[in-house]
């Protein structure tokens, strides 16, 4: 159980660094990116790539994994579901009328954009590693896309929640480390995949912040109002974000 609760302490310590400054990642005064906000991503990013080539970490992950099996035989598919609830409880919560930082516009253009950095990244270096997964199914296991998204919506409810109370980002990071336990408990990653899929979601929803002002302002400029919906599908294969908006 050490390396579980080590794995959950160093996950949920992102929440000390994105806790240090209000003014990080703002869509209104994005001129100043402090660097410390992405140190605890890049750790996480390069624990993993290092695991790629390293004997020791590569001997945690089998340690791992053989620890999860000792404790826990039963496979369960919350984590196909559980990695888009963090970023789903934005809209809900706006739906509930508690208002976040952003309007449903520009918080969708910012979750757009992370989920596209998110999605691009994740399947050019799983495609790239070509790494087995822990029951052997494919060679697609590094990194996690399923901890990579449900990192992704933490640090989004985060970022809009934060200015109403930080229990709404302590609360989807504890659902993002769950969602990569379960990865690892049901023998579909390592935990450097998982590792690497947190700091990537983490910092694509960082850099989705930093660049929104360029977005609205060079592609939705004349575009000041919209709706539309957000909602994650499911084709028999594969799982994916749709999304809908008009203007």
């Keep these: 159980m050490n390396k579980i609760i080590f794995v959950l ?6 929440l000390k660094v994105n806790g240090q400054s209000t003014s990080i990642d703002s869509t209104i005064n994005n001129k100043n990116i402090q ?4 140190i605890i991503p890049t750790v996480l990013i390069g624990y993993g790539v290092v695991g790629l080539v390293s004997p020791a970490l590569k001997d945690i992950n089998v340690r791992t994994k053989n620890e999860f099996r000792e404790h826990d035989d039963k496979k369960v598919n919350l984590d196909d ?8 409880s934005v809209y809900a919560l706006n739906a509930l009328g508690i208002q976040g930082k952003n309007n449903f516009k520009d918080r969708t253009i910012v979750l757009a954009t992370a989920y596209l950095i998110v999605g691009g990244s994740v399947n ?14 494919d060679t697609r296991s590094f990194p996690s896309g399923h901890t990579a998204t449900a990192f992704m919506g933490a640090e989004f409810l985060h970022q809009e929640y934060k200015g109403v109370s930080d229990w709404y980002g302590i609360t989807g990071y504890v659902v993002a480390a769950g969602t990569g336990l379960y990865r690892m408990s049901n ?9 690497t899929g947190a700091g990537i979601g983490i910092l694509s929803t960082k850099v ?21 919906i957000v909602m994650p599908f499911y084709n028999g294969r594969e799982y994916g974000l749709g999304l809908s908006m008009t203007f």
Excluded: M
């Design 9 to 14: 302490l160093l996950l949920l310590s992102v």
């Design 35 to 38: 660097f410390k906000s992405i």
């Design 81 to 88: 579901y559980a990695q888009y609830s963090t970023f789903l």
């Design 124 to 137: 050019i270096i799983k495609k790239t590693s070509k790494v087995t997964r822990p029951d052997g199914s």
């Design 187 to 195: 023998e579909k990653h390592w935990l450097t995949d998982v590792a």
């Design 208 to 228: 989705a912040y930093w660049i929104h002002p360029l977005i609205k302002k060079t592609i939705f400029k004349d575009k000041d109002k919209g709706n539309g």
